[in-house]
C-alpha cells in the first residue's frame, strides 16, 4: 500500500472518530446545561473547551459560543465540521482505497453539512448531534461491511482506535475537574454510549470509581480505553506479523503494549485517584504512537519541490 | 592529432541535497574527421550511469545522486584522433533550395539566434555564392564582436551580444549563425574543445576553455571557428553539435533543495601523438 | 397534456431524433415514443435526483478549484448497429495510421522523406519532442489511449474534428453515465439493445499489462494523476480503483538508476507501467518543466532504458497536432494503403501563401483553430466573432501562420436536450475512445457525447458550458464484433429447496400471521 494512502486512511480513521466523539461530548454538554439549573454555563463551557485543547476565547462562554466552535468551525479539524471535511478531502485523495459505499458515505456527510448546520441555527443543534453520529455509525458499518482486511482497513482502524483513546482520556478528564454531582458522571457515561452498558454491567448506581474503572479497563466494551488500545495494538501487529523471537522491535506497538498493560494491572479502586496521571500517559502515548507509525509506515510524502542546475 | 581532453565541472549547494537528476554532454563524438578512441565520465559522489544519443546525435551521460552531497563534481577525460580541416564546398543556392526541407531546423532561427533587423540587413548585403557568403558573414564577425571572456552569461542570445559589441565563442557562434541562417545557408552550433597553441607540441598540457563555433551546410558540413577566424581543424575537438547553446549544455540536472553555484569548468588539453 | 417536444425547431444541422420531414429516424422510434409519454416534471424529478446521486459519488470534475458534476442531459443519443460499424472502422483504421505515423517520426522518418509530410510541419509542431527520440515502446504501441473527437455533418455523416493521442479525459462520464442511465430509465433499456460500455477498464489494464518492459511476466501498472486538484481527478481515481491498480502521484514515485518505484508501507516496490495522466511538459522536471511538482524525474530516461512504460507515449502531440491532422488522410493512404472511412472537415492550411490569403479574405466566414489548442481552447467561430476579434485574429494569423488552421463552419448535428421544461435541438459531438493493446485496437462502443448547453453554441466543452448524453450503440444481429470474446454464462443452480434461514422470532410471526389469515 502506499504510504500517501496508508496516512490518508489512518487520517480518516481518526477525523470520524473524532467528530462522533466530539459531538457526543457536545450533546451531553448541552444537555447539562438544560436540565441542570445550578451549573453555571460560563465555567462548564470553559472545561469543554479547555478539554479539546481549544484556546479560550475572550468574554462570557455559553452554550451556543462552545457549540459555534467545537461544532461548525470549518477551519479548525478540532471541530465537528471541521474534522469530516478533513475526512473527506483524505478520502477524496485515496478514494481508489475506499469501498464506492464507504466514499460515498463520507462524501455525501460531507456535502449534507450545511443543510443540517442551518437546521441546528433554526432547531437547536441535538439534530445536528444525532446526524453526526448515525453518519459516524454508518460510516463505521460500511467500514466493517464493504472494506476488506487488508492493510488499508487496518490504518483506518488503527486511526479510529488511537483517536478513540485520545478522546476517551479527554472526557474522563473533564469529568475528573468536577467533583460532586453523580449527574455528571452519568453524562460522561451517556457521552460514551455507556450508560446502559455500565447499568447491566455492574446493577448498582453510578458510582465515580466503577465509571473510571469501566470506561478504562473494561475488556468488553468497545468504546473502553483499554478495549482501543488493544484493537490499535492488533493493527499494528497484523501490519507486521514477523515478530521477531526476542521482544517487540516495532516502537508504536511497544508503546500501546506498555501502556496497555499498565493499566490492565492497576488496582481498580486506586484509578480514580490515579486518574491525572494516567490521563497524561495515554494522551502522552497517543502521540508518540502517532509519530512512530508516521515514521515508519508515512515516510516522506511531501512534494519536492525541483530546482533546474544552471 | 591525437589530444588528451580532461573536462571537469560541477556545482556546490548551499545545503545538503538529497537527490539530483543529471545529464552530462562531454563524450567527443566519433565521425569522418575525428575518432573517439576512449572517453570516461566519473562523478563525485560516484553514480550509476546510462548513455544515450540524442535527437541531435550527442552522447548523453546520465545519472542520478542519491547520498546527501553538498558538492558534484563531474569529470570527463577522453583521447580523440582529429583529422585536418577539408575545404568548404561550394554549392549553388538551388542545391541548397532543394535541401532545405531537410535542414529547416537549422535554417530558421533559434531561442538564441533570432536576429534584428540590424543582422538581417547585414545578411542580406552579402553576395555571391553560398560559399562566398558563409566565409563573408562568418569571417566577420570577430571584428564586430569582441572577444571579451566574462562580459557575457549562458542566457545572453546573438542580439544581446551584437549589440554588447562583445562576448565569448558561445556568443560569436550565436552571432554568426543567426547570420547565415538569415541569409538562407543552413548552420548549427558546434560545442567542443580547441588546443590552443598553434603548433601543439607532444606532452604538453595547456589549459583551455570549453569551446564553442560553428558549421555551415555547403554540400557537406565545413567548420569555422568564427572567435578565431579559422576553419574548425585538428585542433578543435567536436563534443556536441545543436540549434544553438540550449540543445547542448555539458551539464544540467534538478536536484532538490536549496541554492546553488556553479563551480566552473577546467578543461586540459594535452597532445598525445 | 404538453408534449416534451413542443416547440421542437429543426435547424440546418442534421438532428439525431428527427429526419428533415419532421419523423423521428427508425431507430429513434421507441425512444421518442417513450419521451412523449414524459411530462416535463418527471423528466426534471429524475434529472435532479441524478445530479445529487452524481454529487455524492463525487462524479465531478473541477472548475478554477470548485467541484462540479458535469451535466448528464437525460435524453440518450443512439446511434444504429451500421452506423457503428464505419465509425468503429474509421476509428481504428486512423488510430494504426497515426501509431505508424509516431513510429515514423520518432523513427526513420520514412513518410518525411517520401514527401507525404514536409519535415518543417513536423519538426515545428510545439509537441514534436526531441528528448522522445530513442524511447522505444516495448510492444511498439504509443497511442494505448485515444480519442477521436467525431461530429456529423450537415448531410448526418461522421467526421473526423480532432485527435487526441495525448491523454484524452472523459471515459469516466461514459461509465457513470451508463450506470445512472440505467437506473434512472430501466424501462428504456428493456427496449433497446444497447451495448454495454463497462469493459473499458479490463481493456484499458489489457493493454497496460500488455505494454509492460521485456521480460516482466506479471508488470506493476499504476496510474499517475497531478493529484485531487486536477480536473479530471475523479476518472483518474474511478479508472485506478475499476482496475485494481494504485493511483500514484508524483511524490509517490521514486526514479532510482533508470529503475521507477513507488513508496509504500512495506518499502519500495518497482513499477513497470505508469499510465500517466499528467502532459509531458509537467511529468519529468529533467526534462520539461523543472519546477514541476507532480511529476517524477527520470522517468523519460527509464522508459528510455527499457525499464518503465509510459502510457501514452511522450511527444503524442505531435500527430493530433492540426496542422498534422489535414495530412491524415494521406497518412492513411501511405501507411495502410486504404482509403479513409472518416472524412475530415475541409480544412486550409495556412503556411500555404495562396490559402492563407484567401482565409485572410473570408475570415468571417470560418472557424479558426489554434493547432496545439484542444477542447475548443482558443477557438475563433468567424461569423461569431466582432470585426476587432476578427482583426486581432488576422494580425496573429499573420504572425505565426503555423500556429492555426481554418476550417468551414459545420453545422454539427443536434439532439433534443433538456432545457427548461422542453427539449430544444442542441449541438452535440462524440468522442469514442480506443485502446490498443499492440495487437487489437479495441473502440469503446459508444463514447462520450458532448452537448453544448448554450442555444446555438457549436463549442461542446465542459470548461465552456457542456454537458454530456449517454451514448447508446444499438447491437446488431449478429451479436458481439470481433475482438469481443463473448463472456460465459453462469447458470446459478435453481434455489428451490434451499429455504432462508430465519431467526425464531420471524418464525414465530409467520405462524401468528398464518393462524390470523386461518
Not at chain 1, 472518530?17 to 461530548?25: I, K
Not at chain 2, 573517439?36 to 546510462?50: E, F, G, K, R, Y
Not at chain 3, 527520440?133 to 467526421?159: A, K, Q, Y
Request: glycine share 8%; proline share 6%.
Amino acid at each position: 500500500m502506499l504510504s500517501r494512502v496508508a496516512e490518508s486512511l489512518y487520517w480518516i480513521g481518526r477525523y470520524v472518530e473524532r467528530a462522533e466523539d466530539t459531538s457526543r461530548l457536545l450533546d451531553v454538554h448541552v444537555h447539562t446545561l438544560i436540565e441542570d439549573p445550578w451549573v453555571d454555563e460560563h465555567i462548564a463551557s470553559r472545561d469543554v473547551l479547555s478539554v479539546m485543547g481549544v484556546p479560550l476565547p475572550d468574554g462570557r462562554l455559553d452554550a451556543r459560543r462552545t457549540t459555534d466552535r467545537l461544532a461548525f468551525d470549518r477551519e479548525d479539524t478540532s471541530s465537528i465540521v471541521g474534522a469530516l471535511s478533513a475526512a473527506r478531502e483524505n478520502a477524496r485523495g485515496v478514494r481508489e482505497a475506499l469501498s464506492s459505499e464507504l466514499w460515498e458515505a463520507l462524501n455525501a456527510t460531507y456535502h449534507a453539512l450545511p443543510a443540517q448546520q442551518a437546521a441546528a441555527e433554526r432547531h437547536g443543534p441535538g439534530g445536528f448531534f444525532r446526524y453526526v453520529r448515525e453518519r459516524a455509525a454508518f460510516i463505521g458499518g460500511l467500514l466493517d461491511g464493504t472494506m476488506p482486511r487488508d492493510d488499508g482497513w487496518r490504518f483506518l482502524v488503527l486511526g479510529r482506535s488511537l483517536e478513540r483513546v485520545d478522546m476517551t482520556a479527554r472526557l474522563l478528564w473533564a469529568r475528573g475537574q468536577q467533583r460532586g454531582a453523580s449527574s455528571g458522571w452519568i453524562g460522561l457515561l451517556k457521552s460514551c454510549s455507556a450508560h446502559e452498558a455500565y447499568l447491566r454491567t455492574y446493577r448498582t448506581a453510578v458510582e465515580p470509581e466503577k465509571v473510571v474503572e469501566f470506561l478504562v479497563l473494561d475488556r468488553l466494551f468497545p468504546r473502553s480505553v483499554y478495549a482501543a488500545l488493544a484493537q490499535a495494538e492488533t493493527c499494528l501487529m497484523e501490519l507486521d506479523p514477523t515478530a521477531g523471537r526476542v521482544g517487540v522491535d516495532d516502537m508504536a506497538r511497544r508503546l500501546l503494549g506498555r501502556a496497555r498493560t499498565d493499566l490492565e494491572f492497576r488496582v481498580s479502586s486506586d484509578l480514580l485517584r490515579e486518574l491525572p496521571f494516567l490521563l497524561d500517559m495515554l494522551q502522552t502515548t497517543c502521540a508518540e504512537v502517532g509519530s512512530a507509525v508516521a515514521g515508519r509506515y508515512f515516510h516522506h510524502t511531501a512534494a519536492l519541490a525541483w530546482t533546474a542546475e544552471r | 592529432m591525437r589530444l588528451q581532453v580532461r573536462h571537469s565541472t560541477g556545482y556546490s549547494y548551499d545545503t545538503e541535497v538529497l537527490s539530483s537528476y543529471n545529464e552530462a554532454r562531454l563524450v567527443p563524438q566519433t565521425g569522418l574527421t575525428q575518432l573517439t578512441l576512449s572517453s570516461a565520465v566519473t562523478t563525485n559522489p560516484d553514480a550509476l550511469q546510462q548513455r544515450y544519443w540524442d535527437y541531435w546525435g550527442t552522447q548523453v551521460t546520465v545519472f542520478d545522486v542519491h547520498v546527501p552531497h553538498t558538492e558534484l563534481q563531474v569529470t570527463c577525460t577522453s583521447v580523440v584522433d582529429t583529422a585536418p580541416a577539408p575545404a568548404p564546398g561550394d554549392p549553388t543556392w538551388e542545391l541548397l533550395a532543394a535541401s532545405s526541407d531537410e535542414h529547416i531546423e537549422l535554417l530558421r532561427p533559434s531561442a538564441k539566434t533570432i536576429p534584428n533587423d540590424d543582422l538581417k540587413a547585414l545578411a542580406s548585403d552579402a553576395q555571391g555564392s553560398p560559399r562566398d557568403v558563409v566565409l563573408a558573414l562568418s569571417g566577420m564577425v570577430k571584428d564586430r564582436v569582441e572577444y571579451v571572456p566574462g562580459s557575457t552569461g549562458v542566457q545572453t542570445s546573438a542580439v544581446d551580444a551584437w549589440q554588447l559589441g562583445s562576448g565569448v565563442c558561445q556568443d560569436i557562434a550565436h552571432v554568426t549563425l543567426s547570420l547565415l541562417r538569415e541569409a538562407g545557408v543552413p548552420a548549427r552550433y558546434v560545442s567542443g574543445y580547441l588546443h590552443t597553441a598553434q603548433e601543439p607540441v607532444v606532452g604538453e598540457t595547456v589549459s583551455g576553455e570549453s569551446h564553442a563555433w560553428v558549421e555551415a551546410w555547403l554540400g557537406g558540413w565545413w567548420g569555422f571557428d568564427p572567435t578565431n577566424g579559422i576553419p574548425a581543424g585538428e585542433r578543435h575537438v567536436v563534443v556536441a553539435r545543436g540549434r544553438d547553446y540550449n540543445d547542448l549544455p555539458p551539464l544540467k540536472g534538478v536536484y532538490a533543495g536549496g541554492g546553488m553555484q556553479y563551480l566552473g569548468v577546467t578543461v586540459e588539453v594535452t597532445r598525445l601523438a | 397534456m404538453g408534449d416534451l417536444f413542443d416547440g421542437y425547431a429543426l435547424g440546418a444541422a442534421w438532428d439525431e431524433v428527427f429526419g428533415r420531414d419532421g419523423q423521428p429516424h427508425p431507430e429513434c422510434g421507441p425512444l421518442h415514443a417513450a419521451l412523449q409519454e414524459m411530462s416535463a416534471e418527471e423528466l426534471t424529478s429524475r434529472s435532479t435526483a441524478l445530479t445529487r446521486a452524481f454529487r455524492d459519488q463525487g462524479v465531478t470534475f473541477s472548475l478554477s478549484g470548485e467541484e462540479r458534476t458535469f451535466p448528464l442531459d437525460l435524453v440518450p443519443r443512439v446511434v444504429t448497429h451500421e452506423q457503428w460499424v464505419d465509425v468503429e472502422k474509421g476509428v481504428q483504421q486512423r488510430v494504426k495510421a497515426l501509431e505508424a505515423f509516431l513510429a515514423d517520426v520518432y523513427g526513420e522518418q520514412q513518410a518525411v522523406k517520401e514527401g507525404i509530410v514536409p519535415r518543417r510541419v513536423v519538426v515545428s509542431s510545439s509537441a514534436h519532442c526531441t528528448p522522445a527520440h530513442g524511447v522505444e515502446p516495448p510492444n511498439g504501441v504509443r497511442v494505448h489511449v485515444s480519442g477521436v473527437d467525431l461530429i456529423r455533418d450537415e448531410e448526418g455523416r461522421f467526421r473526423v474534428l480532432e485527435d487526441n493521442l495525448r491523454t484524452p479525459s472523459g471515459i469516466s462520464y461514459v461509465v457513470e453515465n451508463r450506470r445512472a442511465m440505467a437506473r434512472v430509465f430501466p424501462e428504456l433499456f428493456a427496449t433497446h439493445r444497447v451495448r454495454p460500455v463497462a469493459d473499458y477498464p479490463s481493456r484499458l489494464l489489457n493493454a497496460l499489462r500488455a505494454a509492460a518492459p521485456h521480460g516482466i511476466t506479471d508488470p506493476t501498472v499504476v496510474v499517475l494523476t497531478p493529484g485531487v486538484f486536477n480536473s479530471a481527478y475523479f476518472e483518474h481515481s474511478l479508472l485506478a480503483r475499476l482496475m485494481g491498480v494504485e493511483l500514484v502521484e508524483g511524490r509517490d514515485l521514486l526514479c532510482r538508476d533508470g529503475v521507477i518505484w513507488m513508496r509504500t508501507t512495506a518499502g519500495e516496490q518497482r513499477v513497470d507501467v505508469v499510465y500517466r495522466r499528467i502532459d509531458d511538459d509537467f511529468l519529468d522536471p529533467l526534462h520539461f518543466r523543472p519546477d514541476s511538482m507532480v511529476g517524477c524525474p527520470g522517468i523519460l530516461n527509464a522508459a528510455r532504458a527499457g525499464n518503465v512504460t509510459i502510457a501514452n507515449a511522450v511527444g503524442n502531440g505531435v500527430a493530433d497536432d492540426k496542422l498534422i491532422y489535414t495530412y491524415v488522410p494521406d497518412l492513411i493512404r501511405y501507411y495502410l494503403g486504404e482509403e479513409p472511412v472518416l472524412l475530415n472537415v475541409e480544412t486550409h492550411r495556412l503556411d500555404d501563401l495562396d490559402q492563407r490569403a484567401w482565409v485572410l479574405d473570408h475570415l468571417d466566414e470560418l472557424v479558426l483553430k489554434p493547432v496545439d489548442g484542444s477542447g475548443g481552447k482558443g477557438l475563433v467561430i468567424g461569423p461569431q466573432a466582432s470585426d476587432e476579434d476578427l482583426h486581432e485574429l488576422s494580425l496573429a494569423i499573420l504572425r505565426d501562420p503555423r500556429a492555426w488552421i481554418a476550417q468551414r463552419v459545420v453545422q454539427i448535428s443536434t439532439s433534443p436536450t433538456s432545457v427548461g421544461d422542453r427539449l430544444a435541438p442542441r449541438h452535440v459531438d462524440l468522442r469514442p475512445f480506443a485502446v490498443n493493446d499492440g495487437e487489437h485496437i479495441w473502440v469503446v462502443p459508444g463514447g462520450l457525447t458532448r452537448v453544448a448547453l448554450p442555444e446555438g453554441s457549436l463549442v461542446v466543452n465542459s470548461s465552456q458550458g457542456g454537458g454530456s448524453k449517454d451514448t447508446w450503440v444499438l447491437a446488431g444481429e449478429e451479436g458481439p464484433a470481433e475482438g469481443d470474446p463473448e463472456e460465459p454464462v453462469l447458470r446459478p443452480a435453481a434455489p428451490g429447496e434451499h429455504k432462508l434461514d430465519r431467526g425464531p422470532w420471524q418464525d414465530q410471526q409467520q405462524q401468528q400471521q398464518q393462524e390470523l389469515s386461518c
